[in-house]
């Protein structure tokens, strides 16, 4: 297969490059590409000399589209990460095409976070953010999302100084154990950022008052959104309320990820009334899966899928409560089996069509049947919500921290920060 005389990549090859040197052997390709649009860095593991000399070459590519920067810091010491990272976004921070950034499964974590938090708040060209897998932490959370809003009112600068500059349209921030405490901080960058389309925050260990707050105060304003995914974090029937408040404004929504987040069997059904108002017209993919959603619920649900959701294909029930006999799940396969068939094509991924394997539902006995009936939440005020989210967040900030031992970290962290495009 050729080459793409666009795209330089290392990816995969499981290379250790501490020093410049070592890295000298792989980086003339790198350095002859004139039009360059998409580095590859990501399956290697690189040293702070290594990250210095790969900052120099990226700083002359004014090409450059999409930086690919994952898990580039496996077997690294603490100390060493921040430098190395402060070289490498200080390189491309004035770059003026540099429009996304993949730094998943890097460790980050409270202790190595401020040169990213420098960039966040500083690199207007950025319109998708990869940020999965870094040890955040509830504080460190709260810093990438106030720098998120910082970024905010710096694009809005730069557009009244006539540059072209795109919405932040990409926020990808999984398994960071974001928590309540940094929820504050979330749902204000989604208010200010409010052309987002994809929205990926799953396992974070957010409670059911932190996913009231970030869906009520901010993805409500986030009315281009096509993609959220918020699975495995805790709903309850109070975020279950929340969501389907704002569900119906999402009227470009194709797909809704909600699945194991205990929802609950009332939550389900509110849900599906949500979904029955005729407001989502293109949702194609639904998943729910774990949140103790029973009959009733699929019932809605079958319902809004045949009058309200004409784009529907797929929807993820399975760990559920009913039966695989109910009715209502058997209109549902019937129906998106008939849509498939209809507009799947003669090349058909049937993971992207119908009721996926319902090969682990849960029966529901008599004594869940009495608790369904009392499963109402005690519903909280507005202001008891916040002030125990304000309670989470200040404990988040009282996180505590290790001290890096190299003093260099801060004045890299400072330099970048007064480093402007």
């Known amino acids: 297969m050729a080459t793409d005389p666009k795209v330089f990549s290392l990816e995969g090859k499981g290379l250790k490059l501490d020093t410049a040197k070592d890295l000298e052997a792989h980086i003339g390709p790198l350095r002859d590409m004139r039009h360059v649009e998409e580095v590859r860095v990501l399956g290697n ?62 460790a980050f974590g409270l202790n190595t976070q401020e040169p990213l938090i420098a ?24 810093n990438i999302a106030n720098a998120l809003s910082k970024l ?41 950022h409010n052309k987002v389309k994809e929205v990926k925050m799953v396992q974070n260990g957010i409670r059911q008052e932190g996913i009231s707050l970030l869906l009520s105060d901010g993805l409500s304003h986030a009315i281009n959104l096509e993609t959220l995914d918020l699975q495995d974090n805790t709903f309850t029937i109070m975020g279950a309320r929340a969501l389907a408040k704002v569900v119906p404004l999402w009227a470009d929504i194709l797909e809704l990820g909600i699945g194991d987040s205990l929802l609950s069997a009332k ?9 029955s108002k005729g407001k989502n017209p293109k949702l194609e993919t639904l ?28 929807i993820e029930l399975n760990g559920n409560k009913f039966s695989e006999d109910d009715e209502s799940i058997l209109a549902l396969q019937e129906l998106l089996e008939a849509r498939k068939e209809k507009y799947a094509g003669d090349i058909v991924d049937e993971d992207a069509w119908g009721v996926d394997s319902l090969s682990d539902l849960e ?14 939440e005690e519903e909280i005020t507005t202001e008891e919500r916040a002030e125990k989210l304000i309670k989470d967040a200040e404990e988040a900030q009282e996180e505590p921290t290790v001290q890096l031992k190299d003093k260099e970290v801060e004045d890299l962290a400072s330099k970048l920060q007064k480093t402007s495009i």
């Open 45 to 106: 593991t690189l040293g702070i000399g290594a990250c210095k000399l790969l900052g120099e070459v990226l700083a002359t590519k004014k090409t450059l589209k999409i930086a690919n920067l994952a898990d580039i810091f496996t077997g690294r010491l603490l100390n060493e990460i921040p430098e190395a990272l402060s070289y490498l976004l200080t390189s491309i921070l004035n770059l003026p095409k540099l429009r996304t950034i993949n730094l998943n499964d890097n």
């Open 119 to 142: 960039f966040l708040s500083s690199h207007v060209p950025l319109q998708h953010l990869y940020l999965n897998n870094n040890g955040l932490g509830p504080h460190a959370g709260i």
């Open 152 to 192: 905010h009112a710096e694009k809005e600068a730069a557009r009244k100084a006539g540059q072209d500059v795109p919405d932040l349209e990409t926020v990808i921030c999984g398994r960071n154990r974001l928590e309540n405490g940094s929820m504050m901080a979330w749902a204000e960058a989604f208010r200010l």
């Open 267 to 275: 939550g389900g059904v509110l849900l599906a009334e949500a979904l």
């Open 287 to 314: 998943r729910l899966q774990y949140n103790d959603i029973t009959a009733p619920a699929v019932k809605h649900l079958s319902t809004a899928a045949q009058d309200a959701l004409p784009a529907l294909r797929r």
């Open 363 to 376: 029966e529901l006995d008599s004594d869940e049947e009495e608790e369904e009936e009392e499963e109402e």
